[in-house]
């Protein structure tokens, strides 16, 4: 059974500082790897997505990447009252007829404090 | 930006009753999924589909539950006959293409109650 396991918060920060959410997989031969942003009574909001070791940033995001470790992190920098949402870290897996099912974290709740 | 649209936003139906959800996907995309999920639980993969045909169902999407693509736009989940426990959002989703690196762009989601 793969599985993603994220640590459920709530993770509470002070405004502008920085949200280090992490995630971990089973599945040693996973490739992409995604970071959704969910709002309460909303959908999922693609907000990175990473493929390669390392780092990935985009604007406040980077997204870290370590697959030897089954790893992945989220950093927000200057967290804001508006980043306070549940964060889902979601990883590709192959299915059928070369589709690829998302397998979803249970999420891990943000709190920006203002 | 496009967008995945769903409708209804919220259906309530009464028990063994059936139900279609419907979602029109972004119109440059091939490969279509339902996911659902139930309060307070995690997003959970239904079934995904390409070239009108189911590519992957999950041990969830029993003989209760068909998918369609009747015309070209249009993507439809059917419950036959609901149950309680079928209660949960409902997110329709689409990608481009074949490769793990697509990213699933969702919709606002159906909210299903089931009395």
């Known amino acids: 059974q793969k599985e993603v396991e994220q640590n459920s918060g709530p993770l509470s920060v002070p405004e502008g500082a920085i949200a280090s959410l992490n995630c971990t997989y089973s599945d040693r031969g996973s490739q992409s790897f995604f970071w959704y942003r969910q709002y309460s009574g909303k959908s999922p909001e693609l907000i990175m997505s990473?493929?390669?070791?390392g780092d990935k940033e985009d604007g406040r995001f980077t997204a870290q990447l370590n697959k030897a470790s089954q790893y992945v992190s989220l950093l927000i920098r200057d967290s804001q009252p508006s980043d306070s949402a549940t964060y889902l870290c979601a990883v590709s897996s192959r299915g059928g007829r070369s589709s690829y099912k998302l397998i979803f974290g249970s999420g891990t709740r943000l709190l920006v404090r203002p | 930006e496009p967008e995945v649209t769903q409708t209804p936003s919220h259906q309530v139906t009464q028990m063994g009753q059936e139900v279609i959800l419907r979602c029109v996907p972004i119109s440059n995309h091939l490969y279509f999924y339902w996911y659902r999920q139930i309060l307070g639980q995690k997003v959970e993969f239904l079934v995904s589909?390409?070239?009108?045909?189911?590519?992957?169902k999950s041990e969830i999407f029993d003989d209760q539950f068909s998918v369609e693509r009747p015309d070209g736009s249009n993507f439809t989940l059917k419950i036959r006959s609901t149950k309680l426990e079928d209660s949960a959002m409902y997110f329709c989703?689409?990608?481009?293409?074949?490769?793990?690196?697509?990213?699933?762009?969702f919709g606002d989601g159906t909210r299903l109650s089931i009395l």
């Open positions: 989703a689409s990608s481009t293409g074949t490769y793990s690196n697509q990213p699933q762009h």
């Open positions: 990473i493929y390669s070791n």
């Open positions: 589909f390409y070239n009108n045909e189911i590519s992957e």
